[in-house]
């Protein structure tokens, strides 16, 4: 994975809850964990843009409920720094859903997705309508 060009604040924690803005058939999801997070116990784990993260179906087609997935931060509310000087913030959290190597399930991303997110996931990139 590469690095990201930009001071990323983690606006989000586990068990917040991020809208799905692809057309894979869930909605809402319920944040579990940080993919490969290390830290110290008891400690939540901040989640911010092109983080990856597995988390629980909360609203969606039936058969997507309930389910265990994988995803990716692609806005986020909490302000953050680019190197370029830019400060950017969302209106709101959102996240696309992605299969073990790291490809989105989806075939169309509804939402624009931040530029940090298109650097380290191209396929989501080529997916979205517009790279902010």
Do not use: W
Not at 9 to 28: E, Q, T
Not at 115 to 128: H, L, M, N, Q
């Amino acid at each position: 994975m590469r690095a990201i060009a930009a001071h990323i604040y983690g606006g989000m924690h586990p068990g917040s809850i991020l809208r799905v803005d692809d057309n894979s058939g869930a909605k809402v999801l319920r944040m579990i964990a940080k993919e490969k997070y290390r830290g110290r116990r008891g400690r939540l784990a901040d989640i911010g843009v092109a983080d990856i993260f597995v988390a629980s179906v909360i609203e969606g087609k039936v058969d997507m409920r309930k389910k265990i997935v994988r995803a990716v931060v692609i806005r986020q509310r909490k302000e953050y720094h680019r190197f370029t000087g830019e400060t950017i913030a969302f209106e709101d959290n959102a996240c696309v859903l992605i299969n073990d190597k790291n490809e989105p399930q989806a075939s169309e991303i509804k939402g624009i997705v931040a530029k940090e997110v298109a650097e380290r996931f191209p396929k989501i990139a080529t997916i979205s309508r517009n790279v902010v």
